[in-house]
């Protein structure tokens, strides 16, 4: 285990452990936040009682939806607008202040568009996700260096073998930031979706446990959701370092 990671989790055990003490002495209240153990044990209790095994399939069949559709989307779209630098510029404001549209606001429209089930969380999330997705392969491709694209065009290599040999290699590590952007993204508008208009999923269910003050269950579903997160987006990291690191061989 490499020195970084050590400190990593040195640091996330240190803060589990102050809160733990934070918790059990009183500093922080019963009523704001339990102790992790306890946030543990629930989370351990509920996977294996298998009451919300459906509400977990369901969010996650959700957000592995949403994620896809704006990896593969995002991706296509931000390729396309970097082969025509007209419509990118004429699109770079919009894409500039996308975030700052709240995105919820519009599902009332996609009620209508797509009808009363679950395609309308799985679009706000895809919404969320496919604009960081565009920006990061945009950006990957910019960085891609023009001395590479000069010498593929004077050794005559197809724009096949440019693409596979020199663009994608080169944009790899910002499409991969992109792709846990997008993933990432997607998890914060499904879940989002589902706390304040759903009746089913995982942020349905956290959102029923606030409301009936169930801090025990809040939190065991809070903390399922950072570590399905967290371990995606590690593997990720992990996959990102190791091309990384075949490229500097």
Known sequence: MRKATLIRVALLALLAVAAELACRTGLIGRFTMIPPSLMVTGLVRLLAQGELDGEITTT????????????????????GLHAMPRLRRCLDPVLATYYAIPIYV???????????????????????????????????????????????????????????KIVLPCAAPYVFGGVKL????????????????????????????????????????????????????????????????????
């Open 60 to 79: 996650l069949l959700g957000v592995a939806t949403a994620a896809g559709a704006a990896i593969l989307v995002g991706f296509g779209l931000g390729a």
């Open 106 to 164: 519009l599902y009332p429209m996609f009620l209508v568009l797509f009808g009363m089930n679950r395609t309308p969380i799985v679009f706000i999330g895809f919404m969320f996700a496919v604009v960081g997705m565009m920006t990061s392969t945009l950006n990957g491709l910019d960085r891609v260096p023009p001395v590479l694209i000069k010498t593929a065009r004077v050794l005559r290599l197809s724009r096949v073998r440019r693409t596979l």
């Open 182 to 249: 997008a993933i990432a993204y997607a998890f914060v508008g499904v879940l989002g979706a589902e706390f304040i208009l759903s009746g089913n999923g995982l942020g349905y269910q956290i959102a029923l446990a606030f409301n009936n003050f169930d801090n025990k269950t809040m939190y065991a579903l809070i903390l399922f959701v950072v570590l399905v997160v967290a371990s995606v987006n590690s593997l990720f990291f992990a996959w990102e370092h190791r091309l990384l690191r075949r490229r500097e061989r």
